[in-house]
């Protein structure tokens, strides 16, 4: 007799596509400061958090609140702000503390001033995502360093065991496939701690349930995850 389904009550919203983002302790600072634009107190919003923690769903959540526009390094370095914007109201960064490697660090400091300058002069903001705070990437331009101390901070933890439960009921709920208490907590004790990571074990799991047609079960998903341990050749 199997164990019931899991069934967690979190809120959602809409985020990649099809997806939902899962507000839990771990990421609702960050959320809370998304649900206030445009009544921020800084141009700047940095949410910092390790791989797989979330960064880049709440990265769509803001596009999709606000319709801005996201801006990569090179964009940053090959035009100027006003281009960049085009009358967005809001723009993203992902991973800046990523980007400021040694050979265009200089370059980029002084694009991403002023952007920052341009933002505040427009009324208009910007949220920036990082594995780190702006304090540890290592900024050298002082007017960029003293404007990022202004910016608004959100950190997100790696995911606990009940956001990690959620989510991967939700994954398998989007597939249309049952998964049991007895399964989720076997995965719980043996997978990364990341998001990433479970979207990787979910397909692999409806590849092979489909290929044998079976259920989601805990022999099938102990297949399943050697496998994915298994060193690439």
């Excluded at 997806?19 to 998304?34: R, Y």
């Excluded at 009358?87 to 001033?113: I, Q, R, T």
């Excluded at 705070?133 to 290592?138: A, I, L």
Aim: overall charge negative; aromatic content about 6%; proline content about 6%.
């Amino acid at each position: 007799m199997s164990s019931p389904q899991l069934v967690l009550d979190f809120e959602h919203r809409p985020a990649l596509e099809s997806e939902d983002f899962l507000v839990t302790p771990c990421n609702q600072e960050a959320v809370a400061w998304i649900d206030e634009w445009p009544h921020w107190s800084s141009p700047a919003f940095v949410i910092h958090g390790p791989s797989g923690c979330g960064k880049s769903h709440l990265a769509q959540v803001f596009l999709a609140r606000t319709s801005g526009v996201r801006i990569s390094p090179l964009q940053l370095l090959e035009k100027d702000s006003p281009a960049l914007l085009g009358g967005a109201a809001a723009c993203l960064l992902d991973d800046m503390d990523v980007a400021f490697a040694p050979g265009n660090k200089g370059a980029l400091e002084e694009a991403l001033l002023h952007l920052y300058n341009t933002l505040k002069e427009q009324g208009s903001t910007m949220m920036i995502t990082a594995k780190s705070p702006p304090s540890r990437w290592g900024v050298s331009l002082a007017d960029l360093s003293s404007r990022l101390k202004t910016a608004t901070l959100a950190e997100i933890s790696a995911p606990d065991d009940v956001l990690l439960a959620a989510v991967l009921v939700k994954q398998f709920s989007d597939r249309q496939l049952r998964i049991d208490r007895d399964v989720v907590a076997f995965v719980q004790t043996r997978i990364e701690r990341s998001f990433r990571a479970l979207g990787q074990l979910v397909a692999a799991a409806d590849k092979l349930a489909l290929a044998e047609k079976r259920r989601i079960t805990i022999p099938l998903m102990r297949r399943v995850l050697e496998e994915l341990d298994e060193p690439n050749e």
